[in-house]
């Protein structure tokens, strides 16, 4: 119904000519995307004061919380930064590690991060400010399925509590707990079809929808790359847009979609589910979906491998590189 074609014409704008992001230079703003999303780089943002990279490699997700600060996780746990790139906390070791999605929600008891953590091969909840662990969801053996592996990749909260957990690097079955973690039922399975996964790599509730939706990432789906809608109880809806690459995950703000593109771009998609703009397009083979590239061969304005994004309340974004040095970007709205 909504189905649309990633069309060649260009709608990314980058007013400044990308340069490296080197630590000893001085590196000023790239402006990029179009119309009213139009955004400004900050050249700098969350490094240390030697201007590095404090993450390590990031394979990861951002969310933003009500007070405005910035979660992402990366291969050494959970990094928390306020919205002018200081770290106010840090959650590691080996149970926050390697967390691939990440949501939160407010919630009674405080704020929660809500986590899909692949090589662990679990699902995770901890409060956001203190760290506490208070869930966990393991493989659920109650749903009959007798997998070999599971390595879930996204994970979204319903409503009314329900958790879905997609185990997008292997069987691609999608699972539902409620909120205490009791197995539900679960939906999908690999393959190209319609109604079929092939690597169900990110997932978030759709909230333009009323009532809300399933919106999910289909990363390889031939022709690659795809959005699909499902309802909460696992049923079919509609394929909303093909051609986008890698899709490998996606925020809502109101009518607007960020996508990350494992290519190494970022687009938004509108109500009516087409692109309105392209944020930090690589036209490198060399450097898009590539995870080494160093901090000292970062491009400011420039994308390598995007994997998560999250709009703050002023419709400001931050976007997270899939990268060896560990790359999470500020990129502010331009009224």
Not at 99 to 125: C, L, M, Q, S
Not at 139 to 151: C, Q, R, Y
Not at 312 to 330: A, C, F, I, P, T
Request: net charge neutral; proline share 5%.
């Amino acid at each position: 119904m909504m189905k649309k074609c990633l069309r060649s014409i260009a709608v990314a704008v980058v007013c400044c000519l990308a340069v490296p992001v080197m630590a000893s230079e001085k590196v000023e703003p790239v402006r990029m995307g179009s119309g009213i999303m139009t955004f400004d780089t900050v050249p700098g943002w969350g490094f240390d004061e030697q201007g590095r990279s404090v993450l390590g490699p990031t394979h990861g997700g951002v969310v933003v919380d009500k007070e405005g600060n910035i979660y992402t996780s990366a291969k050494l746990g959970v990094f928390v930064f306020s919205p002018d790139g200081k770290v106010v906390r840090r959650f590691l070791g080996d149970e926050y590690s390697n967390i691939h999605d990440i949501e939160i929600r407010d919630e009674p008891e405080g704020e929660f991060i809500y986590g899909a953590r692949n090589v662990a091969g679990e699902g995770i909840k901890f409060h956001a400010e203190t760290g506490d662990i208070v869930l966990k969801l393991p493989f659920p053996k109650e749903s009959g399925l007798n997998l070999k592996k599971f390595a879930p990749t996204a994970i979204t909260v319903a409503p009314n509590g329900d958790i879905i957990l997609s185990d997008g690097y292997a069987s691609n079955y999608i699972f539902k707990f409620d909120k205490d973690g009791k197995y539900k039922s679960h939906f999908g399975k690999k393959g190209n079809g319609l109604k079929e996964f092939n690597t169900a790599h990110g997932m978030t509730l759709d909230t333009r929808y009323n009532p809300p939706r399933l919106l999910i990432c289909d990363r390889n789906h031939q022709p690659k790359g795809r959005l699909v809608h499902y309802d909460l109880d696992g049923n079919y809806i509609e394929e909303v847009i093909t051609g986008l690459g890698m899709p490998t995950s996606v925020a809502i703000q109101g009518d607007y979609v960020s996508v990350p593109d494992l290519h190494g771009r970022l687009v938004i998609l509108d109500k009516t589910n087409t692109i309105v703009a392209v944020l930090g397009n690589n036209e490198d083979p060399k450097t898009h979906r590539n995870f080494n590239v160093p901090q000292d061969q970062w491009r400011e304005g420039i994308f390598s491998g995007t994997h998560g994004s999250y709009w703050d309340k002023e419709g400001n974004l931050y976007v997270q590189d899939w990268n060896v040095s560990g790359r999470l970007m500020k990129l502010v709205r331009v009224k």
